[in-house]
Nanobody, 127 residues
Framework: QVQLVESGGGLVQAGGSLRLSCAASGLTFSSYAMGWFRQAPGKEREFVAAISWSGGNTAYADSVKGRFTISRDNAKNTVYLQMISLKPEDTAVYYC????????????????????WGQGTQVTVSS
């Protein structure tokens, strides 16, 4: 079965940086778009960033644009989220997810369009 395992979360001061990784197995990784979502306590899960199966297309939430960068290494079956200039409002559990469909030509932002999810990694940004 599909397994997505996130790592790289932690506690960081405002203005700091973290890089999240998501290692995938059980699927043809290079065929699927991948996404990062986050969920803060008491809030709904929200879209952060996504990258197409080829890596040629990316999308970002307005709140992270210019600070976060999504990338992928299809040889390593891994997707990354580089986060800089972190803010306390970035505090959340971050989840990676794999698209429901292969070779989708556009990048989705809705959680319902992603079929496999990791267990999440906590990111805490202190002020």
């Amino acid at each position: 079965q599909v397994q997505l395992v996130e790592s790289g979360g932690g506690l960081v001061q405002a203005g700091g940086s973290l890089r999240l990784s998501c290692a995938a197995s059980g699927l043809t990784f290079s065929s699927y778009a991948m996404g990062w979502f986050r969920q803060a306590p008491g809030k709904e899960r929200e879209f952060v960033a996504a990258i197409s199966w080829s890596g040629g297309n990316t999308a970002y939430a307005d709140s992270v644009k210019g600070r976060f960068t999504i990338s992928r290494d299809n040889a390593k079956n891994t997707v990354y989220l580089q986060m800089i200039s972190l803010k306390p409002e970035d505090t959340a559990v971050y989840y990676c997810a794999a698209d429901l469909r292969k070779y989708r030509t556009y990048v989705n932002r809705r959680p319902a369009d992603f079929g496999s999810w990791g267990q999440g990694t906590q990111v805490t940004v202190s002020s």
